[in-house]
């Protein structure tokens, strides 16, 4: 035998006494599969037996080939065997394991959203009128001048118009300044009677802490026959008490809208200073009055019919616009309108 071949004999009898010793030793997948590299892998010890077999005599090599090949075999069935025995120690020490406790509470528990108070009053409000028969409409916020403006009484340049300061586009177009546009595209689209409500967003120039460009509205609108100033108080009456709680008074003030004749300015009992007789004490929110402004109303004029196309000989009716950020300023005692548009989580965590 050549002295290749005896090297290489040796080498093989080493391996076969000792590779399930070696496996055996390994605790881990990992371990083992290192182990299994040195024996198998490209710089391992059966692989460099391998790449010696050419210096083999042609004689020996069928022989040494098959030991090699047999070896080879084994090896790998013991690698399976150890990986499997691993695998299965592994899931037995999961299953003992304490089990994972499914009732913890979680460490950082995650924080639930709600509704934005002016959505909420919002929604409130609309509620309360829609409880008392108002459909609801919608409308564009880019309007024409004129179903914001001229169809309402508000002649180009008059000086009504500096009451809405207002953002214009191109093309006689405005970002509108009130709701009252849905009166005028409900008029012109639809024969009386009607009532509804349309609550939207509407904007003005005007920036301070009472004021901001951009705020909600809610106006409500009824045209009928014989519609008087008792029913527009009525609806106003019903609404403050299911919305600010029974017993709130309402008071009606003579005020100037160029779309309504007469038009009034109303407020309600302040809901801060409220004795338990009924009566007000006066407070800062209501500035010492007992009262608290928060809408404009009035009697459709009858020019504005007449610029719809209703008779106004046959139809009478109301509207009453609502400042939706007044009402929740009223509402939650909000010292600022601008906190309602900071969206500051802190001041939104309290509603
Ligand atoms: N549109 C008016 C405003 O925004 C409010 C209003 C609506 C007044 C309906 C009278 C009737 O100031």
Redo the contacts with the bound molecule.
Sequence with gaps: MSEQAQSIERSLSTLRATFRGRFEAASTEQSLRDENAKILGKKGELTAILKQMGGVPADARKAIGEVVNTLKQEVEAAFAERLATIARAARQAELDAPPFDLTLPARLPAQLGHAHPISRVRDEIVDVLVSLGFAVHDGPEVELEENNFTKLGFPPDHPATDM?DSFWTTGGMLLRT?T?NIQVRAMTTHAPPMAFIAPGVVYRRDDDATHSPMFH?I?CFLVDRQVTLAHLRGVLAEFAERFFGAGTPVRLRPSY?P??EP?AEVDVGCPFCKRPDGTRAGCSVCKRTGWIEI????LIHPTVFESCGIDPEQWTGF???MGVERVAIVKYGIPDIRLLFENDPRFLAQF
């Design positions: 809405q009130h009252s509205q106006e809208f779309f309504v038009g809408l404009g109303c009035g509207a009453f616009g």
